[in-house]
């Protein structure tokens, strides 16, 4: 058996099999072509070969690791230019991964730990991302023109140990020494200390030939760490044991995107599968807060998924349900289930975060945490008033007396200065706005960033430079930031949209909101109806806004204007008015400048057309 050093780079396309569904001979063409005049050009330039081809992806094999991150590089960058030129529907998005190790050499092809290492980092990577190993990171860091931001360490699938992994970062923005800084060990318990519950140690247990996910600190301190057990399979039929597999992965895969919580690694909670055991157990076992445990049926092409939620600390049932999904698409069904119970468990409205709020309310002040300070203040700040909002505020400040560096807490207290100015309690608008947006700068330069500060940050920046700054392309890059940070929370992605209006992409803001518009919100200005309500309103689809602006929360500041408009210019005279009635009887302070002020849009035709539609419907000029 021969062996030999080399750097492997795996590439596959994201949403292969959507895109051949959707145009199965344009998407052939379209990836035959990218791979004759971008991928093989480019990998035989930088001294590559290409070693194995599949229909959504290759494998190719470097002798020099620096030429496999440079190619890597090559062709992602290649791909935006080429995407540049394509609808949106027709752009094809590659991950990669990177792994410098022994393969074994048999022929032309390769195999062995070295390539599926490089296998799995792919599959870790962000549409158009590349990951590497920490050998790749260590061997390259310095003759590289860009960064690598630690993504810690990675247990995949059908490996022992846990990989050190890498993002590539190509705009410079993270710092080459914290590569440095995690190499020694002393820099690796600096990191993790600063991390608190973000990082987890990897403990063997002991005689049970497989490794456990440890977070760093005890489950209650800090985000809540979530383990997904395997679903069974109680059809009957083995072979449909794949759909249960792949729903459990679809859900982990989702829930681990919510900056809300932690996610216990699948390699971990796989070692339960079929087993009969104690949650309480399992929780300890794996330190986790909640499980999430369930199972699939299938009767004809109905599927029937049973999923519930359990308090590991105490085994207390918090929540269970069942979906009944009917489809001949297996992968569509699992997708549709893990966004169902994502939506239902994780993100700002979760199941999962309203019980955290009761629980930290039940903790002494002289007992709480960063997190817990957190927690304190924003279920403050959602209750819309002055009062609470200046307790929220008095509660962050608080905290960052105990908690100095905390980015969590800073952008928190920038978001309570903010709802000051936008809910009309402020004596400084400016000092205010300003106050907060220093507040989120410097909470998102501070050593270590939480990734929820870091979504929070991101969200306010984009408010920040729509409502205050007039930067719109600036807001709609923040925004773009945001999603990829929570790309799977109802609640963002509704605030997201919000942005996408102002700045004048309806159409991207109704793409976005369309999928979970059946989901309910119980603050207005994040339900999704109220969101879509608003963008036709903006298009001039008077009659559909209507419909959805009905469907959201009645709310006399957001969607009964809008909604008494949309009535105005729909010759609904009288609907209008009595809604407009209803409004200014909850708020008498209501205003077309208000309006105007709390609903911005770059462009002047859209404001002239809502203060008409306002003016119309019986709203007085303020």
């Not at 190509?170 to 318990?189: E, H, I, M, N």
């Not at 019980?355 to 209750?383: I, N, T």
Request: net charge negative; with cysteine.
């Amino acid at each position: 058996m021969q062996r030999k050093l080399a750097a492997i780079l795996a590439a596959d396309v994201v949403g292969y099999s959507a895109l051949m569904e959707r145009d199965e001979a344009g998407t052939f063409d379209r990836l035959q072509a990218g791979r004759k005049e971008l991928f093989e050009p480019e990998i035989e330039k930088h001294h590559g070969r290409i070693f194995k081809l599949m229909g959504d992806g290759l494998l190719a094999e470097f002798g020099s690791v620096v030429d496999a991150v440079e190619c890597a590089v090559s062709l992602q960058r290649g791909l935006t230019e080429r995407n540049s030129n394509l609808p949106e529907d027709e752009r094809v998005s590659v991950r990669i991964g990177i792994n410098l190790g022994e393969v074994i050499v048999e022929g032309e092809d390769r195999y062995g730990e070295g390539v599926n290492v490089a296998a799995r980092l792919e599959q870790l990577a962000d549409p158009g991302g590349i990951w590497v190993s920490g050998k790749v990171a260590r061997e390259v860091e310095k003759k590289l023109a860009f960064g690598f931001e630690s993504m810690g360490d990675q247990l995949v699938k059908n490996m022992a140990e846990a990989v050190p992994a890498y993002r590539v970062v190509l705009d410079g923005s993270v710092p080459r020494k914290r590569l440095t800084a995690l190499r020694s060990g002393r820099g690796r318990l600096r990191w993790i200390a600063a991390l608190g519950g973000g990082v987890a140690a990897l403990i063997i247990a002991a005689g049970a030939g497989f490794w456990f996910f440890k977070s760093a600190t005890p489950a209650d301190a800090g985000p809540p760490t979530v383990a997904v057990l395997p679903l069974s399979n109680m059809s009957g039929d083995q072979a449909f044991e794949y759909f249960a597999d792949g729903a459990t992965e679809t859900l982990i895969s989702d829930l681990a995107r919510s900056p809300e919580i932690r996610v216990i690694a699948r390699t971990s909670s796989d070692a339960y599968k079929g087993k009969a055991m104690d949650i309480r157990q399992i929780g300890r076992e794996l330190n986790a807060t909640y499980i999430v445990e369930g199972s699939i049926q299938k009767s004809g092409k109905t599927v029937r998924v049973v999923a519930q939620l359990v308090d590991a600390r105490t085994g207390e049932h918090v929540w269970a349900e069942h979906y009944d999904k009917e489809g001949a698409d297996p992968l569509a069904l699992q997708d549709e289930v893990a966004a169902t119970i994502m939506g239902t468990l994780a993100g700002e409205e979760g199941l999962i975060k309203r019980r955290q709020y009761a629980e930290v309310w039940g903790r002494d002040s002289s007992s709480l945490d960063e997190y817990s300070y957190y927690l304190r203040g924003h279920e403050l700040l959602l209750h819309l008033n002055k009062e609470d909002t200046e307790k929220a505020i008095r509660i962050w400040l608080e905290g960052l007396e105990k908690f100095p560096t905390s980015s969590l807490l800073k952008v928190n207290l920038a978001f309570g200065y903010y709802q000051l100015v936008y809910g009309g309690w402020s004596a400084d608008i400016e000092r205010d706005y300003s106050r907060a947006a220093e507040l989120v700068n410097n909470g998102l330069a501070e050593s270590y960033v939480s990734p929820l500060a870091k979504t929070l940050g991101h969200l306010f920046l984009a408010f920040y430079n729509l409502e205050f700054a007039k930067d719109y392309e600036q807001a709609l890059r923040e925004s773009k930031i945001t999603l990829e940070l929570a790309p799977s929370d109802p609640f963002v992605i509704s605030m997201m949209a919000t942005v996408a209006i102002g700045a004048g992409q309806t159409d991207d803001a109704i793409a976005l909101v369309t999928p979970i518009q059946d989901m309910k919100s119980g603050y207005v200005w994040a339900s999704p109806q109220f969101v879509l309500g608003r963008a036709y309103f903006v298009k001039g689809d008077y009659a559909r806004a209507a419909e959805l602006l009905n469907e959201a929360p009645a709310d006399a500041a957001s969607s009964l204007p809008f909604l008494a408009a949309s009535y105005a210019e729909s010759g609904k005279d009288g609907q209008a008015t009595a809604t407009i009635a209803k409004a200014l009887k909850e708020f008498p302070a209501l205003s077309v400048a208000l309006m105007r002020q709390l609903f911005p849009n770059r462009d002047d035709a859209v404001i002239s057309r809502q203060d008409a539609a306002m003016r119309k419907a019986g709203l007085p000029e303020g």
